[in-house]
C-alpha cells in the first residue's frame, strides 16, 4: 500500500516468465480514513474499508463490489480479517453511539451478525487489527496498559 497526496492506493507486482518483478500496477484508489487491506488467504482478492463500507476488489479484474454500506448497516467497517472459511470475512465496526464489535458476512454478502460486541467501557479495544480462525477473535484490549485478549464468538 502506498499512500500519496493523502489518498492511500494498492499495487500489485508481478513475476516476469523469467522470475523478475513486473512494473507495479495500481489496482484500487481508496479515501482517506480507509484501513490496512486485508487480503484473501488465495491473494485473488482484497477487503478494502473506504469510509463508510467494506469492499472486495478481485486483484486480477479490479472490478469492486461493497459487501457492507455502512450507511445502511447501522455500523461502519474499519478493519477486517479472513477467518478460515474463506466465504466469511470479519470487520471491526462503529455504530452510531461509538460502540466498537466485532462482526461477520458472508463474503458473497448479506446481513452482518455481530459476533463480539465491546460494550464494556473499562476494556476497549482501541487498535483496529486483530485475527480470527474462525472460532476466536484475537484482539488487543487496552486502558493505559495494552493486553492481548481471546474471545470466543457467538454461533
Known sequence: ???????REVYI?????DGAWGAP???????R?????????????IFLTPDPT????DVR???ARVVVDGRTAGHVPDYSAWGSDPLL?????VDASRQIGFWRVPVAGGTPQLVLPMNDSA?????PEFASDGKRIYFTVANDEAEVWIAALRR
Open 1 to 7: 500500500m502506498s499512500i500519496e497526496s493523502g489518498r
Open 13 to 17: 507486482v508481478d513475476r516476469t516468465v
Open 25 to 31: 500496477h495500481k489496482i484500487t484508489n481508496l479515501a
Open 33 to 45: 480514513g480507509s484501513s490496512a487491506p486485508a487480503w484473501s488467504p488465495d491473494g485473488r482478492f
Open 54 to 57: 467494506l469492499t472486495l476488489v
Open 61 to 63: 479484474s479490479h472490478a
Open 89 to 93: 470475512v470479519y470487520n471491526r465496526a
Open 123 to 127: 476494556r476497549t479495544t482501541r487498535r
